[in-house]
């Protein structure tokens, strides 16, 4: 009797535990499963296309998402599949073009030369359909996995396409020729770049192909800014931001660990790299910046007195996009997972409350970590959109 009363008792056990399991994992998947966008009330109709795209392509994240309720294995393991898709489909070969800028700073802009037709991998062509613009997020370059997988995506399956990818001042092995390096305030140096990638594909009929941008990360949040600052003068004619922050004062739980164990140190990377530069400036400490724990710790001694700003704070409000979304007028979809471990996903709510432009559609997904979404959602929404605005026009 005893043995069977402890069996009962341990099959009773069982199943409210596994009951237990099982509502947590409804709840899970509903979290995870959760997708939402925004838009101005009042849009043209290229706007109102990627409305009902994105209403009718939703990310659908895999099962081992249920696993993570903090964006941390999602946005790890994701990266590692990415690395892993990237290994087996190879890398894309770019072809640097130096850009120097009217203050003496130099861009790179890399050029696929998967697509290219002519002997220089730089000349886009007469026959391309539409450019890409991609710029990378903190310290990338074309070859960061994220590049290399959209370029993927895109130049596999659009073979009058082409991908230029936007190298920031020091990064991608780039000299730096100023003591300025990049920052996430300031989008003159995309500006240029647009101009000039607009004048480079004009044809010798005066006709152009489309160019699009898209941006991972701090890229996307300084696209985003950019196109604010802009409007419907911004030169591109669609745009993808994914992952981007739109209020750098808002952080997520936990970004001051992915700040001190991953972030902080490509930046001494990228100081150490440039170093000889960067103490000819009187405002740079480079050996304290080199001793810094933090992104913010770095952004106070590196960013905030080159550039005069009174502290971080008042930094990382003129880099943040939410002042400007109500100006977004180019054809833009945000996308933006609100387990983001490192650009705050609530921030989202920022540039809602301020007023969305008629041009920008936002994007919330319960899931995906940064710049990731497991499953390759991300590079074919960006192949979507584009595709979506060519029709259109």
Wanted: charged share 20%; net charge neutral; aromatic share 10%.
């Amino acid at each position: 009797m005893g043995i069977f009363m402890n069996g009962s008792v341990a099959s009773a056990l069982a199943a409210v535990a596994f009951g237990g399991f099982l509502s947590f994992a409804r709840r899970r998947w509903r979290t995870c499963k959760e997708y939402r966008w925004y838009h101005a009330r009042a849009i043209p109709k290229h706007t109102q296309s990627l409305v009902d795209l994105v209403a009718n392509y939703h990310y659908s994240p895999p099962l081992w998402c249920l696993l993570d309720g903090s964006g941390n294995i999602v946005t790890l393991l994701g990266s590692i599949l990415d690395r892993i898709y990237m290994s087996m489909n190879g890398v894309i070969d770019f072809k640097r073009e130096l850009l120097q800028l009217y203050d003496g700073g130099t861009i790179g802009l890399d050029w696929d030369q998967v697509n290219s037709s002519s002997d220089d991998a730089t000349d886009p062509g007469e026959d391309i359909e539409a450019v890409v613009v991609v710029q990378h997020g903190l310290c990338g370059s074309s070859q960061s996995v994220y590049v290399q997988n959209l370029a993927t995506e895109i130049l596999k399956q659009r073979p009058q396409w082409r991908v230029v990818v936007f190298v920031a001042r020091g990064c991608g092995n780039l000299e730096l020729t100023t003591p300025q390096g990049f920052n996430a305030a300031r989008t003159s140096d995309f500006e240029q770049a647009v101009r000039h990638i607009r004048a480079k594909v004009q044809r010798r009929n005066g006709t152009s192909p489309k160019v699009f941008a898209a941006g991972f990360s701090l890229g996307s949040t300084l696209l985003g800014k950019y196109l604010g600052e802009h409007g419907k003068d911004a030169g591109v004619d669609g745009a993808v931001m994914l992952s981007p922050s739109w209020n750098f004062n808002q952080a997520p739980k936990y970004l001051a660990l992915w700040s001190k164990l991953y972030l902080v140190k490509g930046l001494h990377g990228y100081l150490s790299s440039h170093q000889e530069m960067f103490r000819t400036s009187s405002t740079v400490d480079v050996d304290k910046a080199l001793r810094t724990a933090t992104v913010r710790e770095f952004d106070e001694v590196c960013i905030v007195p080159e550039y005069g700003y009174p502290d971080v704070e008042a930094y990382y409000e003129d880099a943040s996009p939410y002042r400007v979304a109500h100006n977004i007028r180019v054809p833009t979809v945000a996308v933006t997972a609100l387990d983001d471990p490192v650009c705050c996903g609530a921030s989202t709510q920022c540039a809602i409350d301020r007023g969305l432009g008629d041009g920008l559609v936002i994007v919330t997904t319960g899931t995906g970590g940064h710049t990731v979404w497991p499953g390759g959602y991300a590079n074919r929404l960006c192949l979507r959109v584009f595709d979506s605005l060519l029709s259109d026009s």
